[in-house]
T-cell receptor, first 113, second 109 residues
Framework: NAGVTQTPKFQVLKTGQSMTLQCAQD?????MYWYRQDPGMGLRLIYY???????DKGEVPNGYNVSRLNKREFSLRLESAAPSQTSVYFC????????????FGDGTRLSIL | EDQVTQSPEALRLQEGESSSLNCSYT??????LFWYRQDPGKGPEFLFT???AGEEKEKERLKATLTKKESFLHITAPKPEDSATYLC??????????FGAGTTVTVRA
């Protein structure tokens, strides 16, 4: 049972390059999320999708876009990468947005030079 | 603004030495408080959900409790495999999760 799968696990980009982070879940969850985790800070929500066909901004959406491709897949795109976007990115999913725990993938470690 | 503060930042324990981690919060309309465990290089792993003051949950050597202002994660007789970063998160009225920065627990044999 894979749970939440993120690809790639590691990536190095140059400033200005673009890239898409992929996320897929096999738990038939309705809601999906993208977070970033930086040293000394809590996880911060970038974007979320409460259900298939909807997406909304979180706390730190600037410089990112998302696509809910179908119920299983939720991608995060960096259009023009900046060094401030160097971070570990986590995708999560939950059965519903309210009251339900979120289940996380193992992250993508992204460095932007 | 919703805030979650975890203390201490780091905790070093001897095997068998029980202790508690604190998560204090201010949130508009608490819908739930979640505890996670995170190992190095991994994503957070769900441990517990608490919904109302007075509620308690247990799993092996871990016990989580909730009051109106804070939650505690008690670790009883810890083992080296309990070494990890423990994260607390609160879900507010708008359903978004706010995470604390975590407490890193190291248990020495």
């Amino acid at each position: 049972n894979a749970g939440v799968t993120q690809t790639p696990k590691f990536q190095v980009l140059k400033t200005g390059q673009s890239m898409t982070l992929q996320c897929a879940q096999d738990m038939n969850h309705n809601s999906m999320y993208w977070y970033r985790q930086d040293p000394g800070m809590g996880l911060r929500l970038i974007y979320y999708s409460a259900s298939e066909g909807t997406t909304d901004k979180g706390e730190v959406p600037n410089g990112y876009n998302v696509s809910r491709l179908n119920k299983r897949e939720f991608s995060l795109r960096l259009e023009s990468a900046a060094p401030s976007q160097t971070s570990v990115y986590f995708c999560a999913s939950s059965e519903a947005q309210a009251y339900q725990p979120q289940h996380f993938g193992d992250g993508t470690r992204l460095s932007i030079l | 603004e919703d805030q979650v503060t975890q203390s201490p930042e780091a905790l070093r324990l001897q095997e068998g030495e029980s202790s508690s981690l604190n998560c204090s919060y201010t949130v508009s309309g608490l819908r739930g408080l979640f505890w996670y465990r995170q190992d190095p290089g991994k994503g957070p792993e769900f441990l517990f959900t608490l919904y109302s003051a007075g509620e308690e949950k247990e799993k092996e050597r871990l016990k989580a409790t909730l009051t109106k202002k804070e939650s505690f994660l008690h670790i009883t007789a810890p083992k080296p495999e309990d070494s990890a970063t423990y994260l607390c998160a609160v879900q507010a009225r708008d359903y978004k999760l706010s995470f604390g920065a975590g407490t890193t627990v190291t248990v020495r044999a």
